[in-house]
């Protein structure tokens, strides 16, 4: 009798074992979901499927580790790389790639990308400096995030942004492709049937970015839009910003922005959209170019600033009086001492004749008697 219950309890520890190591590897085997939704919203962003992926679907329970590139932590199951050079992707970067929350490899070698919209998540850390090295990226959207930190001095150096050298023969994708009209997501919704349609753009609108503007900026001849806004940029605006001369929207406002608005972005022919609001600008708004066009609200939340119907520049109204008024001061003062230096000799004057002169005419009597 006791050694059948040795005997069964060996049989249950088998078999405890057993099921725990199946499970084990039913665990690894099955794709995570969040992984899997993933990689399904990515591939729906490209127009061809990926060698090896051809099974990837939202209901799937295929093994994403053993599918071209991705690497697979061993205890977890849960995708730790996603790896894909040469593959020559082409399509769109969906921002589901997130939900690869374990990822800390991506290479994908996106030697031609062109557009990245990643506006409207919750990304936090600091801008990527290699996203300057794209030469054939043209619209950058990485706003409404948490991004921190300054911003990468290397993205003033991207290449399509400069010189806008990008080829028009690539294939267009046989999907349309949408963007809201502004940045609050709540505009009217553009669509556009070709990538090389979207206005050169960089967005990096309600973050928590600080530090100064790049002078560096005015290289990108080519760019249409930026937005800066809705950050803690601080610094005065650079007037090398007048280089920019395709730009058609600057928007720089509720920042911690100093100094004045330079007369220079008045050479900036194209640009119909502009607001430093919110900021701690002061001085005379310019006069010159599309200036005169924007409205009142453009300018809004600073107290310095004044001109062309906006505030009236009290400064400029007291110049001519206050100079009216030193001028009085002077004569004042030289009136002052004119009539103290007239009191003061007829003082010294009447003293001399009261004092002086009777001795020294009794002394001439005593004189004349001796």
Not at 26 to 47: H, P, Y
Not at 68 to 89: E, F, N, Y
Not at 160 to 165: G, K, N, Y
Not at 233 to 240: A, E, F, K, L, M
Request: with cysteine; net charge negative.
């Amino acid at each position: 009798m006791h050694f059948i219950t040795k005997q069964n309890k060996i049989i249950v520890a088998w078999g405890i074992w057993a099921y725990v190591l199946f499970s084990q590897v039913l665990v690894i085997s099955a794709c995570d979901s969040d992984d899997l939704r993933g990689l399904t919203g990515f591939m729906k962003g490209l127009e061809s499927p990926i060698d090896g992926w051809w099974h990837v679907d939202s209901s799937s329970s295929s093994d994403c580790c053993n599918w071209i590139g991705i690497t697979c932590d061993s205890s977890t199951g849960r995708i730790v790389k996603l790896q894909l050079p040469k593959q020559r992707l082409v399509g769109h970067f969906s921002d589901s790639i997130f939900y690869l929350d374990q990822l800390t490899t991506l290479n994908l070698c996106l030697t031609q990308l062109r557009l990245l919209d990643l506006s409207w998540n919750e990304l936090a850390g600091t801008i990527p400096a290699y996203l300057g090295e794209f030469k054939f990226l043209f619209y950058l959207d990485l706003s409404n995030n948490s991004l921190s930190g300054e911003i990468p001095k290397n993205i003033t150096r991207l290449q399509s942004m400069i010189s806008r050298d990008v080829s028009l023969q690539e294939p267009s994708p046989d999907f349309p492709f949408f963007m809201n009209s502004n940045v609050t997501g709540r505009g009217s919704v553009l669509q556009y049937n070709q990538i090389m349609r979207f206005p050169p753009t960089l967005d990096f609108g309600t973050n928590l970015l600080k530090g100064p503007i790049w002078p560096e900026f005015e290289n990108m001849k080519k760019l249409h839009v930026l937005r800066l806004d809705h950050n803690h940029i601080q610094g005065t605006i650079p007037s090398s910003l007048s280089g920019m001369r395709s730009i058609e929207t600057l928007d720089l406002s509720y920042n911690k922005l100093t100094g004045t608005i330079p007369p220079s972005l008045g050479k900036l022919n194209f640009l119909s959209h502009f607001s430093v609001a919110h900021n701690n600008l002061k001085g005379v708004i310019p006069t010159e170019g599309q200036f005169s066009t924007f409205s009142h609200s453009s300018f809004d939340g600073n107290p310095g600033l004044c001109g062309i119907g906006y505030v009236t520049c009290k400064e400029t109204q007291d110049k001519t009086p206050s100079s009216e008024d030193d001028n009085d001061d002077d004569d004042f003062y030289i009136l002052l001492i004119l009539v103290l230096t007239g009191f003061g000799t007829g003082f010294l004057l009447s003293v001399i004749s009261l004092l002086v002169v009777p001795r020294i005419r009794g002394t001439n009597k005593v004189d004349r008697f001796e």
